[in-house]
C-alpha cells in the first residue's frame, strides 16, 4: 500500500520549534519531488515548501522563508519540516505529498495537482 505518514505535530509556545516527519511506506522517495502544504482553519490550503527530485532545489513561501527547513533522508525513506520561530499564523495541519515530477520546486509548489500522494496531515498548533 503507498502511502505517506505525517508525525510530529502538537503544540508548542510561540518562536518555539518543531520538527515535522513524512514516512514513506510502499514506494520509495528517492526519485519523487516532495511538497509540504497547510491548511489553517476556514482557510485554503496553501504551499509552505516543495523540494525538488531534480536538483534538490528547495522553494519556500514568503511566509516561511527563513524559519522553516525542508529536508530529505532516502535511506530512511522520511522527509523533514524543521520549522523554528513559529507564530500563532503557522496553526494548521499540514500534509506532506509526493509526486514523480522532475520540473522546479517552485512549480510543483503552485501546481499541486501534479502530487500522486498524500499524507493524512498533522495539526501544528502555536499558542501561548
Known amino acids: 500500500q503507498v502511502q505517506l505518514v505525517e508525525s510530529g505535530g502538537g503544540l508548542v509556545q510561540p518562536g518555539g520549534s518543531l520538527r515535522l516527519s513524512c514516512a514513506a511506506s510502499g514506494f520509495t522517495l528517492d526519485y519523487y519531488a516532495i511538497g509540504w502544504f497547510r491548511q489553517a482553519p476556514g482557510k485554503e490550503r496553501e504551499p509552505v515548501s516543495c523540494?525538488?527530485?531534480?536538483?534538490?532545489?528547495?522553494f519556500y513561501a514568503d511566509s516561511v522563508k527563513g524559519r522553516f527547513t525542508g529536508s530529505r533522508d532516502n535511506a530512511k525513506n522520511t522527509v523533514y519540516l524543521q520549522m523554528n520561530s513559529l507564530k500563532p499564523e503557522d496553526t494548521a495541519v499540514y500534509y506532506c505529498?509526493?509526486?514523480?515530477?522532475?520540473?522546479?520546486?517552485?512549480?510543483?509548489?503552485?501546481?499541486?495537482?501534479?502530487?500522486?500522494?498524500w499524507g493524512q496531515g498533522t495539526l501544528v498548533t502555536v499558542s501561548s
Open positions: 523540494i525538488s527530485s531534480s536538483d534538490g532545489s528547495t
Open positions: 505529498a509526493a509526486a514523480r515530477f522532475t520540473g522546479s520546486s517552485w512549480y510543483l509548489c503552485h501546481h499541486d495537482r501534479w502530487l500522486e500522494v
